[in-house]
Every structure is written in C-alpha cells, then in structure tokens.
C-alpha cells in the first residue's frame, strides 16, 4: 500500500518539501507520496492525531508549530528536547516520535567545507531565534570550540548562549561587539532573516574586517547569494548558503522515516531546479 508523507505548517503552499521527498521515493522506488498540509494554530492538535488515525508514516513540521507540537507527541528525541524543537515526526503503528534534523542538517553541510575539525573551530553566530537554536546547539553538541551568540536583543542571546554551556565554551554579545571582534571566528553564520528576499540590500552587520579563509554561512538560500554572502565572497571568505541545510534537514528526516540513504544530490538538483 502506498505511503503517506507529509509537512504541517501555516503557511506551507511555497513548501519545497514535497517535491524533495518525491523526487527521492521515485529514485529509490519507493511507493509513497508527500503533501502539504496547512495546518490553522488552533487545529495542531487534531492535526496530530490525524497522523495517528490515518496512519500517515512520518510528518514535517514548520513553522509556526515547531515548538507546540511537542505537546502532543508520545516522545521526543534528547536533541530536540534541548533544541526545543520538532521538524520530524516518526508514526510507529500510533506511537509518533519527535526529532529535530534542522541542526544537524546544518552541521552535515558544514562538515565537507570546514578547513579544520569543529573542535577546533570558534563560532560566531548571528541571532537568538528558533534557527539560531537549532544551530547553536547542534554545534555544541558536536563539540565545537567556541560560540559567541551575537544578537540585537542581547538577552535573547544569553538565553540561547546558556543551553549551549556544559557542551563548549559559550557566551553572548551584541550586534556592535560582534562587528569589533569579527576577526577572531572562523566561522561566521547569519541566522537572521536579513537579507532575505524582498530585503536584499541589507546586512547583519558590516565585513568590512573579515579575514580571508573565513567561513560565511548564511541560512537563506533566497536569494542563492545574500549581499552578505557576496561581500563575504569578495573579501575571500569560503561561503555557503542555506540550501545544504534544508536538503540535509530533508535528508535526515528521509533516513528516519524509511531506514534507506537518501540521495542527496537527486534531491538537490530538483530544489536547485524548482527554485529556478
Ligand atoms: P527564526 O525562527 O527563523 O530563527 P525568529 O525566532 O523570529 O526566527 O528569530 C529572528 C532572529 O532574527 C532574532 O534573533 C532577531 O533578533 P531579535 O531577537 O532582536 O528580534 C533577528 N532579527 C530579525 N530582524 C532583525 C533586524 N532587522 N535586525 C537585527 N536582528 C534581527
């Protein structure tokens, strides 16, 4: 029988979800399909349910129901518990299990451009929301060095700068200090929304002192190359944008659901293809 898949959120419709997870069931014929589901705030719970009463096998969940679909889950993997978040829900016969692949997926596209182990690497990361989070304490975990959590309403910083003690070295700043210190990380990564299509002339804060070899990531991936990644690119920085760590977040999510490789580069040639 065919298999369900999905991705809950509100909105969902420019979703590149389904047409990632297809292109992978058709390559490893796989019989199943992927849908999005726009799912209201105040239906998350029947949204849930209806996982279970459908036998639908494994679920997406994007914004903005990331963190309350906790609530309503049967278990919750340590590494989302610590992110505070759910991108990935297993249905084993009614029990659903949450995961949260959006660090990690981040971490396994970093990983093959990093010219040194991540022990060994200080970072500084922009931002304090729920994406910054997610990074943050995935790279903790993986052992990073160090992490500056730069941030415009610093609290939020300290906050995010503390769930990461305990794994490495943390601690927060604001968007000023960041600037003054840019020197000193060898990886730089903008988590805010900045820059982001329509706000493309804008920027977290200035390169004007980055150091060549540098890594710069940017969590957008439209447009394919922010003003940020451009000026980064320009002052000989090793750039990346976001679109390795949605593939690899999919990816993940993909090897949870159906115990099998995913092929990463079938699914990123078809994103690369709908994002024209
Ligand atoms: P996400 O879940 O995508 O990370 P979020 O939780 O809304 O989104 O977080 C957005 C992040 O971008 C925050 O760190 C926010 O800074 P504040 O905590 O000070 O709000 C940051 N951000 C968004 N727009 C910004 C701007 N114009 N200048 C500086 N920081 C900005």
Redesign the pocket.
Known sequence: MKQIYGVIGNPVGHSLSPDMHEEAFRELNINASYHAFLVPDNRLQQAVDGIRGLGIRGVNVTLPHKVEVMNFLDEIHPLAEEIGAVNTIVNENGKLTGYNTDGEGYVHGLMPILPKELKNIRALII??????KAVAVTLAKYNIHGLVIA???VE?AHELAKACEGWTDSSAINLGRAQARLTEFDLIIN????GMSPDTGKM?LSLETLSEGTVVSDLIYTPAKTRWLQDAEARGAIIQNGLDMFINQGALAFEKWTGQEAPREIMKKKVIGKLG
Do not use: D, V
């Not at 931002?127 to 910054?132: E, F």
């Not at 988590?191 to 900045?194: E, G, N, Q």
């Open positions: 931002g304090a929301g729920g994406a910054a941030n415009r309403t939020k988590t805010t929304s900045i977290p």
